[in-house]
């Protein structure tokens, strides 16, 4: 019931194009959703996070979209671009709580 | 700001040594710190949680006597690596909360290599 679910493992999108990538959660207790990007050799960096009062948050050309009801959520990016190209994590917790990561999706953005 | 840098960022020893890796919180006080071990082209694994001034919370599988945790001040946590083999090379990441809040900030991650 801790797991979150995360898909594709990996997505190759042309440049302009929309990235979107899936996760699944299953513990209701969840109430904080953040998406990391991790380059690699690099740590995790915060690109947007979102709250279940919420069905849908953008900033840029990140969006997350939240579906409370079937426990889902995705990130969209817009507008892909090379520099987009990393590994990308889902991530839930339940108030200031440890975070449950997802599996990862490795983008590769084709200029 | 809310800045996490690590220290070092790659550290190569020899079997059988120790190896303290450190955390710091660089532009606030860290409620809690995370530790995470991340294996090539996997996610993230929580090794354990400290908050300052208490003993850590570890994940289960995680050996307490192999990864000592010391949380001595609200910005500096170290994780120590006592008689390091080389399964214990991995990319090793902290993380810390600001106050209460949910989010967590990531360190750059050190890489360590075990001879």
């Known amino acids: 019931q801790q797991q979150v679910k995360q898909s594709p493992q990996s997505l190759i999108v042309q440049k302009g194009g929309i990235s979107i990538i899936n996760c699944a959660y299953e513990?209701?207790?969840?109430?904080?959703f953040p998406w990391y990007q991790q380059f690699p050799g690099k740590g995790p960096a915060l690109l947007i996070a979102?709250?279940?009062?919420?069905s849908e948050k953008k900033e840029g050309r990140f969006t997350i979209s939240f579906n409370k009801s079937a426990k889902q959520f995705s990130l969209h990016i817009m507008d892909s671009q090379p520099g987009d190209s990393a590994t990308y994590f889902c991530?839930?917790?339940?108030?200031?709580?440890?975070?449950?990561f997802g599996q990862g999706t490795r983008l590769t953005i084709n200029p | 700001g809310a800045v996490v840098s690590q220290h070092p960022s790659r550290v190569i020893c020899k079997s059988g040594t120790s190896v303290k890796i450190e955390c710091r919180s660089l532009?606030?006080?860290?409620?809690?710190m995370f530790w995470y071990r991340q294996f090539p082209k996997k996610s993230l694994m929580l090794m354990a949680t400290?908050?300052?001034?208490?003993?850590?919370?570890?994940e289960q599988g995680v050996e307490k006597d192999k990864f000592l945790i010391n949380h001595a001040s609200l910005t500096l946590s170290t994780l120590t690596v006592t008689s390091a083999h080389p399964e214990d090379s991995s990319f090793y990441i902290c993380?810390?909360?600001?106050?209460?809040?949910?989010?967590?900030?990531f360190g750059p991650g050190t890489r360590l290599l075990v001879l």
């Open positions: 993380s810390a909360n600001q106050g209460y809040e949910e989010t967590q900030y």
């Open positions: 532009d606030f006080q860290a409620t809690t």
């Open positions: 979102i709250r279940p009062d919420v």
């Open positions: 513990n209701t207790a969840f109430d904080y």
């Open positions: 400290s908050n300052e001034g208490s003993k850590a919370t570890y």
């Open positions: 991530a839930a917790s339940a108030g200031a709580q440890k975070l449950v």
